[in-house]
């Protein structure tokens, strides 16, 4: 079955009122996610330093796209996860629909892996699309002899209007569309975690 079809079922049932729940603030969450961020952002900084300085530019172009079409589609998947109707997810895992019961432990947990898809690969992606673009515009300057200051502010900005605008695009998607993303998201899950050895979403 679709999801169509269980959102049709759920609007035929009498509505209950939800009571409201109040969301606790989970410390020992928050300082784990501060802490990985830090340090893989600290250890992707030092790499690209290192490295993608020495790459061929076409390279790192592709880089750039590359992560920033990541950090959108993890902005996507995050905001559908927090948006998502739950009470559809239900009715398809009574049905043992596959990938149901994920979705369902997601959105149990939506302010932790809105987190993590948010903002901790959303850093991510940031850091190194934003050093691969330092790199670009170095090597433009270089090459075209141009003024680096000019380029690199030029290129940081296409780099920051391209993030700004997908994710802007991404979340009138998510939005529009987040249950039927959440599913196809949680049927990722469900493929690969056949032993749940990583469902760290149920933590």
Request: proline share 1%; charged share 25%.
């Amino acid at each position: 079955m679709k999801i169509k079809e269980f959102k049709e079922n759920l609007n035929k049932e009498p509505e209950k009122k939800d009571k409201k729940k109040k969301v606790k603030t989970d410390k020992k969450w928050l300082l784990t996610v501060t802490i990985v961020s830090f340090i893989i952002s600290l250890i992707l900084s030092l790499i690209s330093e290192l490295v993608i300085p020495n790459t061929i530019i076409t390279i790192s172009i592709f880089l750039v796209l590359f992560f920033i079409f990541i950090g959108v589609i993890f902005d996507i998947i995050g905001i559908s996860v927090t948006t998502a109707d739950e009470k559809i997810f239900h009715s398809m895992a009574t049905k043992n629909v596959k990938g149901a019961r994920e979705a369902i432990k997601l959105i149990s947990k939506k302010d932790r892996v809105s987190s993590f898809l948010n903002d901790v690969i959303g850093d991510i992606c940031g850091v190194i699309s934003g050093s691969c673009g330092l790199a670009i515009s170095l090597k433009l300057s270089s090459l075209m002899e141009l003024n680096p200051i000019i380029t690199t502010v030029i290129i940081t900005s296409i780099i920051s209007a391209m993030t700004i605008g997908g994710k802007a695009f991404g979340k009138t998607i998510a939005i529009n569309n987040c249950n039927e993303i959440l599913f196809e998201f949680s049927k990722i899950l469900n493929a690969f975690d056949k032993n749940k050895k990583l469902n760290f979403y149920t933590k």
